[in-house]
């Protein structure tokens, strides 16, 4: 039982008893909201509505039982139309204290033991695993309210906590017996050396240990008995996690698309507390904070609508998987994933239907209490670009292989000859193969013929027959790979890159050389498209490694002073930086091979060149040692 509706008509039910021998429990677990519900909603029902007066005590820090006896007096005490409770309500105990000094009433003379008073009121004492007494004297001491006064009481308390807090109760001497080989512990074990004598006794684990102490000292019989006497009905309370959802969003300042994208995730996140068993509200705020830094970070990320309300719901979504789990006290594995992202299987189990888009930043936010926002911007433009690369047609045989354990062989044979067919024809993105060579791989480890070689072989054809320019990249992001065959997939990835970049070089030779026309004005197109293409370069590590010498120095013997001073700015666009060594280490030899032919063009046609178009060439020789220099 945990519904609020519930929990008042079991109090309401025990009010209406006449005879009072036993107390109701309220058991829950921290930060699930049990005294916020007391206080705002329960005490006013039971006041409002069944017109019993409640007194309420927190044990929380009590040692001594005189102390919980003042508490209850002050909270009764009927003074000026209970100008005090209220006082002590607003003010606290000590303002309270400092009342009655004033009509002198002195505490110090009062027996609280003998103050009866409160027979018709409702008795609440909170956080019972909060005191400092033995529990077992705490709940004895109310247990005369309860069996000798008549009183009706409630007891909140997280169970769970009162149970640990009796193993740990004179724990270092509980340890030392354990260890003793005068008891006998054979009921706990079958295995003969835990049994044996001192000296051949095997070495005691944790565990080991924690079981002894249960069986030698029962810690958590002495609770249980006196609870059974003491209290007739608990119930478990379990907060309505969508209702408090609602009333916690209030207080943040979140812009409106983010409130749409907070309150339609509001069932989802109601169903991961649920699934994780985990009730403790102060976990929501928790997600919510850090959700709210992820927001502030993506006001100012540049994408459409649709883009960012995507953005918005799959970062929750893990923010709240996370934060469940490491509230909850789960273990959290450091992030192994070779990307910034990867897909997450929330059960571990290969034919688990529940994947959520895991991200490092957010790991390291939840674990870290530390959000960067260079790298949640990366990830962030590298996963909506994943994805839009790798989108697939709703009747795509791709698609349906996603999820392959729902069907049976031969419908996923012939998804896979599909598939396969599809990459012969050329007819799927690159972007897309790392996908479909780690399905067909799992699915071979499962027992189908996949042809993983053949459909290899046929996408090394199918980039080597490439003609474009622009080329889907072969990455891996967002893909999680099994262990046992991680080393062949990227061994695969690694040949498709290989191939990649072969044909990207060969591309881009024709591209650059094709320009170096001296019966044309070549110059201006050439520097638009080393301006446009610097990043390509850069990627590639080479650019004067792509130019075929022979061909540029005939076209510089031919060209125009201004094509000439042109090409000599437009390597400006390439090698802009200081540290060109680290990218273009390969344009060592080609570089210098041009400056030897400069050399020759000077000496061989000083005679024929005009004078400025021999200072040109000097001027190009000597940019392009500074580049050498720069480059060894």
């Not at 005090?84 to 309270?96: A, F, R, V």
């Not at 408090?244 to 812009?255: A, C, D, K, M, R």
């Not at 999820?403 to 993105?429: A, C, G």
């Not at 072969?474 to 080393?487: A, K, L, P, Q, Y």
Request: glycine share 4%.
């Amino acid at each position: 039982m945990s519904g609020k509706m519930e929990i008042n008509d079991v109090i309401k039910e025990y009010l209406e008893k006449t005879t009072i021998d036993s107390a109701i429990m309220i058991n829950g677990d921290w930060g699930s909201g049990k005294t916020y519900y007391v206080h705002n909603e329960l005490q006013n029902y039971i006041e409002k509505d069944l017109g019993t007066r409640c007194i309420y005590i927190s044990l929380y820090g009590v040692s001594q039982k005189s102390d919980i006896s003042k508490e209850i007096f002050l909270r009764a005490l009927p003074l000026k139309k209970r100008i005090l409770p209220d006082m002590l309500k607003n003010y606290g105990t000590e303002i309270g204290k400092i009342f009655l000094d004033k009509y002198n009433i002195k505490l110090s003379s009062i027996d609280y033991s003998k103050f009866t008073n409160i027979k018709s009121s409702l008795l609440i004492f909170d956080d019972l695993e909060r005191s400092s007494m033995n529990i077992i004297e705490l709940l004895g001491y109310i247990n005369k309210f309860v069996e000798h006064e008549h009183i009706h009481t409630i007891l909140i308390a997280n169970e769970k906590v009162i149970n640990e807090n009796g193993l740990k109760e004179n724990q270092e001497m509980k340890y030392f017996l354990t260890t003793l080989d005068k008891f006998n512990f054979a009921p706990l074990s079958k295995d003969i050396d835990i049994l044996a004598g001192e000296k051949d006794r095997k070495e005691l684990n944790r565990n080991d240990i924690k079981t002894r102490i249960e069986y030698l000292f029962n810690s958590e019989m002495g609770y249980p008995k006196i609870k059974e006497k003491l209290v007739s009905k608990t119930i478990y309370y379990v907060p309505n996690i969508s209702k408090v959802y609602e009333q916690i969003l209030i207080g943040y300042e979140f812009n409106e698309l983010e409130l749409e994208i907070l309150k339609a995730s509001n069932k989802d996140i109601e169903n991961r507390f649920e699934n994780e068993n985990h009730n403790n509200i102060r976990t929501l705020n928790f997600i919510l904070n850090n959700f709210l830094s992820i927001c502030k970070e993506l006001r100012n990320f540049k994408c459409n609508v649709d883009d960012k309300r995507s953005l918005l719901k799959v970062t929750l979504d893990y923010l709240t998987l996370l934060s469940v789990r490491y509230k909850e006290g789960s273990k959290i594995d450091d992030w192994i994933e070779k990307n910034e992202y990867a897909d997450i299987n929330l059960s571990e189990e290969i034919f688990s239907l529940e994947y959520l888009v895991g991200f490092k930043f957010i790991n390291d936010l939840v674990l870290n209490s530390f959000l960067d926002s260079e790298q949640l911007n990366f990830t962030l433009n590298q996963y909506l670009d994943e994805k839009k690369k790798n989108a697939l047609a709703d009747n795509d045989p791709m698609h349906y292989l996603g999820q392959w354990w729902l069907k049976e062989d031969e419908e996923v044979s012939n998804l896979i000859d599909q598939v396969y067919y599809k990459v012969i024809k050329n007819e799927y993105n690159t972007s897309l193969y790392p996908k479909i060579l780690l399905a067909f791989m799992v699915l071979r480890k499962v027992g189908l013929d996949t042809k993983v070689e053949k459909v290899f072989s046929n996408m090394i054809i199918n980039i080597k027959a490439s003609d474009k320019e622009k080329h889907e990249s072969i990455e891996t992001f967002g893909i999680t790979v099994d262990e046992d065959i991680r080393e062949e997939y990227y061994n695969y990835i690694g040949k498709l890159k290989e191939e990649f970049s072969s044909r990207d070089i060969d591309i881009y030779k024709n591209k650059i050389n094709n320009y170096f026309n001296p019966e044309k004005e070549w110059s201006h197109a050439f520097s638009e498209y080393l301006s446009k293409n610097k990043n390509e370069f850069l990627n590639r590590k080479k650019f004067f490694a792509l130019i075929n010498t022979s061909d540029l120095m005939a076209c510089l013997d031919k060209s125009k002073n201004a094509d000439i001073v042109n090409f000599s700015i437009a390597l400006s666009h390439v090698y802009s930086f200081s540290n060109i060594k680290e990218y273009y280490h390969d344009d060592y030899t080609n570089i210098n091979i041009v400056i030897d032919e400069i050399n020759k063009l000077i000496e061989d046609k000083k005679e024929i060149y005009g004078k400025i178009k021999i200072t040109i060439f000097e001027s190009l020789e000597k940019k392009l040692k500074d580049f050498i220099i720069k480059l060894s």
